[in-house]
T-cell receptor
Framework: EDQVTQSPEALRLQEGESSSLNCSYT??????LFWYRQDPGKGPEFLFT???AGEEKEKERLKATLTKKESFLHITAPKPEDSATYLC??????????????FGQGTELSVKP | DTEVTQTPKHLVMGMTNKKSLKCEQH?????MYWYKQKAKKPPELMFV???????INESVPSRFSPECPNSSLLNLHLHALQPEDSALYLC???????????????FGEGSRLTVL
């Protein structure tokens, strides 16, 4: 069964304290790994797409990496405004149906000043 | 500012009511999605429309009825809902439904539904 698992469920950091979020996946027919950020009461916001092992993408204090079984979201010197839930999702293409995103449970990040 | 617009932002309805959620995008995207999200849970796929045709229905109860009048609009008609249907309903779009970038979804801010 296709599955995406994120850890930890919650992470509390001090401002400036770097860390990483983990996303492990077991998906047949994987066609991409995606990271989203979601603020409370809002829809998720797309951050990154990773297609192949070894690929890296960066945006401000965030860097996403991909291996054959995991993806990491590295947060360097975080600020309070980085507080949000980070969702990882794997894309599986279903024959004749198109793409289906399989979301992980998310990591709730809190950055204290 | 999100380019996917959902209305209403909040909706309270009784179990016998009929209401609709609306979603609009003007990015020329050819795939549109309805997701349901409960508190502290990830979004859960309900329906996918590809080129205005229903391509995926994730075994959603018939009290939820989707409609795609054209490539920019997506509706979700609600009838005889249950209190457990209370959730944030998210609309999303992607450029195409059948390529690798179909995982790059643009979400609206959601419609918060409460069923009494």
């Amino acid at each position: 069964e296709d599955q995406v698992t994120q850890s930890p469920e919650a992470l509390r950091l001090q401002e400036g304290e770097s860390s990483s979020l983990n996303c492990s996946y077991t998906v047949s027919g994987l066609r991409g790994l995606f990271w989203y950020r979601q603020d409370p009461g809002k829809g998720p916001e797309f951050l990154f797409t990773l297609y192949s092992a070894g690929e890296e993408k960066e945006k401000e204090r965030l860097k996403a990496t991909l291996t054959k079984k995991e993806s990491f979201l590295h947060i360097t010197a975080p600020k309070p405004e980085d507080s949000a839930t980070y969702l990882c999702a794997a894309l599986s293409l279903v024959y004749n149906q198109g793409g289906k995103l399989i979301f992980g449970q998310g990591t709730e990040l809190s950055v204290k000043p | 500012d999100t380019e996917v617009t959902q209305t209403p932002k909040h909706l309270v309805m009784g179990m016998t009511n009929k209401k609709s959620l609306k979603c609009e995008q003007h990015m020329g995207h050819r795939a549109m999605y309805w997701y349901k999200q409960k508190a502290k849970k990830p979004p859960e796929l309900m329906f996918v429309y590809s080129y205005e045709k229903l391509s995926i229905n994730e075994s959603v109860p018939s009290r939820f009825s989707p409609e795609c009048p054209n490539s920019s609009l997506l509706n979700l008609h609600l009838h005889a809902l249950q209190p457990e249907d209370s959730a944030l309903y998210l609309c999303a779009s992607s450029r195409t439904p059948d390529r690798d970038r179909s995982g790059e979804l643009f979400f609206g801010e959601g419609s918060r539904l409460t069923v009494l």
